[in-house]
């Protein structure tokens, strides 16, 4: 079973970077269909950022142009790189995969959120403005 551990987060000002990173347990890493999700307080959890096995990535409209998300395949890490960051980017972030997924294109639903299915604890972000 994939175990999903992520860190990095932390509180920053307006403006500052932060890199996230998500440690899965699971051998067969590479072959996962992978993202990145968050959630406000009182807010739903919404999809940030997902990583295809061909490298693909689908990204939220509110983070395009300044959160990259990437995989470390040797290391078994995915991480989520956000720069220029606002107070709306406040919560936590959680990293997410579906070990039985390898591609996206293979998942019964076109939406990238419904695609996955297990979850780390999650990381805090506070972004003060």
């Known amino acids: 079973q994939v175990q999903l551990v992520e860190s990095g987060g932390d509180s920053v000002q307006s403006g500052e970077s932060l890199r996230l990173s998500c440690v899965a347990s699971?051998?067969?890493?590479?072959?996962?269909?992978m993202g990145w999700f968050r959630q406000a307080p009182g807010k739903e959890r919404e999809g940030v950022a997902s990583?295809?096995?061909?490298?693909?990535?689908i990204y939220a409209d509110s983070v395009k142009g300044r959160f990259t998300i990437s995989k470390d395949t040797a290391k078994n890490t995915l991480y989520l790189q956000m720069n220029s960051l606002k107070p709306e980017d406040t919560g936590t972030y959680y990293c997410?995969?579906?070990?039985?997924?390898?591609?996206?294109?293979?998942?019964?639903?076109?939406?990238?959120?419904?695609?996955?299915?297990?979850w780390g604890q999650g990381t805090q972000v506070t972004v003060s403005s």
């Open positions: 699971a051998y067969t890493y590479g072959a996962y269909f």
């Open positions: 997410a995969a579906n070990p039985h997924l390898k591609r996206f294109a293979d998942c019964y639903s076109d939406t990238w959120t419904d695609c996955l299915n297990r």
């Open positions: 990583y295809d096995t061909d490298g693909t990535t």
